[in-house]
C-alpha cells in the first residue's frame, strides 16, 4: 500500500483556500506518484482560528466530507482526510473522516482529548463517541487526532481490536517537537504497527508548528521523517507482513496478564 502525505501549510482561516490547495495537490500527486492512499493534516480547513470558527466550521460535515468523497471517487484512491472544525447540534467538534476509493465515508472520529497548551476545549467539545478502528483495502487500520497521541491507552485499544496501522493527523508545535517524535516511536514499538503522520509547518497564532511528518515500522524504525519547517510530500509504501513477524517475534500481545494490572 502506497502513501503520500501532505505536510501542508495552512492558510489560516480560509476554508475555500484550502480545498482549492488540496485539490490543486491532490491532482498533482495522483498524476505523478499514484498513491493508493493520501492523509491529510489536523483541522486543515481552518487552522486553528478560534475567534471565527462558528462561521469557518463545517455543518455536520459539509462542504469538506463531499469535497474529500469527490477526490477519492474521481482519482481512485483512499483519503485519510485530516480533521476540520464541524458544527453538530451547536457544538464544535474536531472530526476526521476515512474515506475509500469508490468515495464512501468509511470511519469517522471526533477528537477525544483536546488541547489545553493550545486553548482548544475553551472552543471545541470533546468528541463523545468510542474510538474503534476501520478497514481499508483489507486491514484493520486506526485514526487519533494530534494531543491523542499523549494516551497510550486509546492506541493499545486499536490494537486490540486488531489495528496493524494507526493513522495521527496534527497540527503539532516545534516547542514539542521531541515529545512528537519520540512518543509516535513509542507507539509504533509498543503496538507493533505502523503509525503514519502528518503534522503542518507555518506559524500561525504565534505558534511555530512542527512539520516532522512520519513513518514509523512496527519495529520503531522511522522509514521516513518530513522537515521542520517545508511544504512537502512525505512517500511510503507499507509491507505489512512485517506487523505479523514482528508479533511473532516479541509476542507482546500474548505476554500481556491484563487481570494483574
Ligand atoms: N493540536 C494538538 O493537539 C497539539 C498537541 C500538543 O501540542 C501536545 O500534545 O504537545
Known amino acids: 500500500m502506497k502513501y503520500c502525505i501532505y505536510q ?16 490543486g495537490w491532490i491532482k498533482q500527486t495522483v498524476n505523478e506518484e499514484k498513491p493508493d492512499t493520501i492523509v491529510l493534516p489536523e483541522m486543515w480547513t481552518t487552522a486553528y482560528a478560534f475567534d471565527d470558527l ?9 462542504p469538506t466530507i463531499a469535497f474529500l468523497q469527490d477526490m477519492a471517487s474521481t482519482y481512485h484512491i483512499n483519503i485519510v482526510g485530516g480533521s476540520f472544525a464541524n458544527q453538530k447540534d451547536n457544538e464544535i467538534y474536531n472530526s476526521s473522516v476515512v474515506i475509500d476509493r469508490n468515495g464512501d465515508v468509511i470511519h469517522q472520529y471526533d477528537k477525544l482529548h483536546l488541547v489545553p497548551m493550545l486553548d482548544e476545549h475553551l472552543y471545541l467539545t470533546g468528541g463523545k463517541n468510542k474510538a474503534t478502528v476501520f478497514h481499508l483495502d483489507g486491514v484493520k487500520m486506526g485514526i487519533i ?3 491523542d497521541l499523549r494516551f497510550p491507552e486509546l492506541l ?7 489495528a496493524q496501522v494507526v493513522h495521527i493527523v496534527a497540527e503539532w508545535p516545534a516547542a514539542r517537537r521531541d515529545h512528537w517524535e519520540i512518543l509516535q516511536q513509542a507507539r509504533a514499538i509498543e503496538n507493533q504497527m505502523y503509525i ?4 503542518v509547518v507555518g506559524n500561525y497564532n504565534h505558534v511555530d508548528f512542527a512539520g516532522t511528518s512520519m513513518v514509523i515500522d512496527p519495529w520503531g524504525e522511522v522509514i521516513i521523517k518530513g522537515s521542520r519547517t517545508k511544504e512537502e ?3 511510503a509504501t507499507l509491507k505489512l507482513d512485517k506487523v505479523v513477524d514482528i508479533r511473532k517475534e516479541v509476542p507482546v500481545f500474548s505476554s500481556r496478564v491484563p487481570d494483574y494490572y
Open 156 to 162: 493499545r485499544k486499536l490494537a486490540l481490536e486488531g
Open 54 to 62: 462558528e462561521n469557518l466550521a463545517d455543518d455536520n460535515g459539509e
Open 145 to 147: 487526532i494530534c494531543y
Open 8 to 23: 501542508m501549510e495552512i492558510v489560516f482561516g480560509n476554508p475555500k483556500e484550502n480545498r482549492k490547495k488540496v485539490a
Open 233 to 235: 510530500i512525505i512517500r
Open 196 to 199: 503514519i503522520s502528518s503534522n
